[in-house]
T-cell receptor
Framework: AQSVTQLDSQVPVFEEAPVELRCNYS??????LFWYVQYPNQGLQLLLK????STLVKGINGFEAEFNKSQTSFHLRKPSVHISDTAEYFC???????????WGAGTKLIIKP | ETGVTQSPTHLIKTRGQQVTLRCSSQ?????VSWYQQALGQGPQFIFQ???????GRGNFPPRFSGLQFPNYSSELNVNALELDDSALYLC??????????????FGEGSRLTVL
């Protein structure tokens, strides 16, 4: 079955500390991979995407992600978080069947002052 | 550039009723897709419309139906509402069609509560 798994439902981290949000995808999901962010009471916004090429992808707001084919992972990282990064982060992959996005369940990033 | 707008933002219905949710796509976008996001879960794909025709559907029953209009605005209709239909319904527009429709631009959603 096609699936995208986000391993942590919540990640608490101190302000200015680094953070990694983990995402694994099943081998039947295509390697078009995405991270979206959902701020409180807002819609989803694209952070970054991997379609091909360099395995290190840089996105908005200082976030980056690394595509790892052997580990079927696409983890999101930021070297220093800010209170404004408080949000829910969703990993998604493009289905090889109907070319629609398959979403993970989301990870809430909680910034501690 | 006008973003994706959805209405209403919140609504409450009772079991068995019908609901219509509306979405205005971002300017220049010809593809719209609808997602259901239950509390604590990721979005689930309902269906997609391209140039007024449904061209993709997720695992939702026929009582979930939609329309796309010539101006690329869209409606999601749900008949015979059930308690489990309570969720945030998200509309997303994009400018491609086919294997990869490109970046999805989301509205802020319509939160439906079914009592």
């Amino acid at each position: 079955a096609q699936s995208v798994t986000q391993l942590d439902s919540q990640v608490p981290v101190f302000e200015e500390a680094p953070v990694e949000l983990r995402c694994n995808y099943s081998s039947s999901v295509s390697v078009y991979l995405f991270w979206y962010v959902q701020y409180p009471n807002q819609g989803l916004q694209l952070l970054l995407k991997y379609l091909s090429g360099s395995t290190l992808v840089k996105g908005i707001n200082g976030f980056e992600a690394e595509f790892n084919k052997s580990q079927t992972s696409f983890h999101l990282r930021k070297p220093s978080v800010h209170i404004s990064d408080t949000a829910e982060y969703f990993c998604a992959g493009l289905s090889t069947g109907n070319y629609q996005l398959i979403w993970g369940a989301g990870t809430k990033l909680i910034i501690k002052p | 550039e006008t973003g994706v707008t959805q209405s209403p933002t919140h609504l409450i219905k009772t079991r068995g009723q019908q609901v219509t949710l509306r979405c205005s796509s971002q300017s220049g976008h010809n593809t719209v897709s609808w997602y259901q996001q239950a509390l604590g879960q990721g979005p689930q794909f309902i269906f997609q419309y391209y140039r007024e025709e449904e061209n993709g559907r997720g695992n939702f029953p026929p009582r979930f139906s939609g329309l796309q209009f010539p101006n690329y605005s869209s409606e999601l209709n749900v008949n015979a509402l059930e308690l489990d239909d309570s969720a945030l319904y998200l509309c997303a527009s994009s400018s491609g069609q086919g294997k990869y429709t490109g970046e999805l631009f989301f509205g802020e959603g319509s939160r439906l509560t079914v009592l």
